[in-house]
């Protein structure tokens, strides 16, 4: 005679852990999305000066550290943490230009660093004004005949 024995537990999870576990691990998906989203497109130029825009002059030769603290310094970014993830994420540090560049209010992460990535520069005048009498003035002009 021999004995069979009932198996109690099966080794398959019930369907129930595993629709609750998919439900989960949806929602931190969405969650976690939802924050990227924020960093990447939700406004972090908020300027302290209150004013709607700001100029920026970024010197030729400056890197992309001294990009990041000018602009945290001059109070144009909120979040620099922010700022640096998404300027890595669109390599923003291989490709600093130099300029003025105008800043508007309420701008996100990744507009700024579009602008600031693309060149999009306001126009800067020069304006050189050096003292001339009247006779250097016309010995000059007639020396380039």
Known sequence: ??????????????????IYAFLLLLGLVAVLGYKAWQVVFDSNVRLTSGKSYVYVYI????????????????????????FDWVAQIMKYPEKVKPGKYKIVQGWSNKKLISVLRSGAQEEVNVVLRAYTDAYTTFTSYRDWE
């Open 1 to 18: 005679m021999s004995m069979k024995f009932k198996r109690t537990s099966s080794r398959k999870p019930p369907l129930r852990a595993l």
């Open 59 to 82: 010197r030729t030769g400056t890197s992309y550290d001294d990009v990041l603290q000018q602009l945290s310094q001059e109070g144009v970014i909120n979040n620099s943490l922010t």
